[in-house]
């Protein structure tokens, strides 16, 4: 079972930051695909960004150019570094990790995190 746990939300302004981390209980290289997703209130679960175990890099159009996704293999690690943060950002921040065998894809996710951005 992976367990993933998630730190960094919180309240801030508009035009502040925050950096989220995630933090998996085995090496994050072993999944295909990790990343962050937010649920803001009424609305679907989204997702903001994301990595290959390639390293491709992938972004919601909504954040491109404010936020920035990274991982730390070694800490087996993933962050998002957000900043110019607006109201619309305001969600639940999930972290999120994609396993195949090749048979099956398995999904594993994390508490999530509050994100606050007041206006």
């Known amino acids: 079972q992976v367990q993933l746990v998630e730190s960094g939300g919180g309240l801030v302004q508009a035009g502040g930051s925050l950096r989220l981390s995630c933090v998996a209980s085995?090496?994050?290289?072993?999944?295909?695909?990790m990343g962050w997703y937010r649920q803001g209130p009424g609305k679907q679960r989204e997702l903001v960004a994301g990595?290959?175990?390639?390293?491709?890099?992938n972004y919601a159009d909504s954040v491109k150019g404010r936020f920035t996704f990274s991982r730390d293999n070694a800490k087996n690690t993933v962050s998002l570094q957000m900043n110019s943060l607006k109201p619309e950002d305001t969600a639940v921040y999930y972290c999120?990790?994609?396993?195949?065998?090749?048979?099956?894809?398995?999904?594993?996710w994390g508490q999530g995190t509050q994100v606050t951005v007041s206006s």
């Open positions: 999120n990790a994609k396993y195949s065998n090749g048979i099956r894809v398995d999904d594993y």
């Open positions: 085995r090496r994050i290289f072993d999944f295909n695909y």
């Open positions: 990595i290959s175990s390639g390293g491709s890099t």
